[in-house]
């Protein structure tokens, strides 16, 4: 089984800037895809970037050139999203993602951290 855990959450003014950080941990072979969701109260959960394992990024369109996903040069289970210029409707609680190998051999399972919170104030 694997496990995400995420920091870097908090409150921050419009503007500013958080860093957040994923680590995966436990029985991982290897990792395929780690990425950033947010959900924002009374909406959906939506995409905000994301990293394969060979390296390639993605970001949704409101968040680009904003926000970069990057990835430890050390430890390739450890994933970052660099928020710059934050705005109010950046306020959300920012999930990780990611789909691990357990087995080498076996298809990916998804795994979801246990969400931070994100509030820009205005």
């Known amino acids: 089984q694997g496990q995400l855990v995420e920091s870097g959450g908090g409150l921050v003014q419009a503007g500013g800037s958080l860093r957040l950080s994923c680590a995966a941990s436990?029985?991982?072979?290897?990792?395929?895809?780690m990425g950033w969701y947010r959900q924002a109260p009374g909406k959906q959960r939506e995409f905000v970037a994301g990293?394969?394992?060979?390296?390639?990024?993605?970001a949704a369109d409101s968040v680009k050139g904003r926000f970069t996903i990057s990835r430890d040069n050390a430890k390739s289970t450890v994933v970052y999203l660099q928020m710059n210029s934050l705005k109010p409707e950046d306020t959300a609680v920012y999930y990780c993602?990611?789909?691990?190998?357990?087995?080498?051999?076996?298809?990916?399972?998804?795994?979801w951290g246990q969400g931070t919170q994100v509030t820009v104030s205005s």
């Open positions: 436990g029985s991982i072979f290897s990792i395929n895809y």
């Open positions: 990293i394969t394992r060979g390296g390639s990024t993605n």
């Open positions: 993602n990611a789909q691990i190998i357990t087995v080498a051999g076996m298809n990916p399972n998804d795994y």
